[in-house]
């Protein structure tokens, strides 16, 4: 049984769907919900579902980003996760960083990566008159948002999309490929999962 800690900043819906899928035959299970921000919603969903919760509060490193890591690093190490998944955490790790978790990290980014990395993604895709759009679970490398590709699901951009039109189209895809990824990556099974309209 593999050990996942996963990573929030706000609500956690990813998390909630990574956590809610690990039952019965899956070869994983969460241990460990973390998150930068207090006062985060995702922080009590993971709670509700009997999930350790910690709290790295970043705004408690001012200019520290050495100190903060080192902190977030001894964190998960006490939950020895074998799996980390990035799920809507919105800070950007060293490469230091990344390097301690080579192999072991995981993210989503709601966009069809090598295109849109970095944020406003959905209002980029729209101003860029893309045809389509999409979220891309990738290994997490030294590169911000640019580790091997694992899992992929794209949507259309309709016309009168706006960015929160758009996003709104792209959630529920991120709910349903970040799950398959995992499954498939907790048994060494790469294979890039392909979903979408
Ligand atoms: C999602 O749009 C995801 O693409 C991005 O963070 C947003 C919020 O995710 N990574 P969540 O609801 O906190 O999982």
Known sequence: MKRVAILISGGGSNMVSLVDDMTGDHPCRPVLVLSNVPEAGGLAKAAARGIETQVIDHTQFPKDRVAFEAALHATLLAASPDIVCLAGFMRILSPEFMAKWDGKMLNIHPSLLPKYRGLHTHQRA??????????????????LDGGPVLGQATVAISAGDTAETLAAKVLPFEHQLYPAVLRRYAQGDRTIVRLGT
């Not at 101003?127 to 030294?142: N, S, Y």
């Open 126 to 143: 729209i101003d860029a008159g893309d045809a389509e759009h999409g979220c891309t679970v990738h290994e997490v490398t030294a590169e």
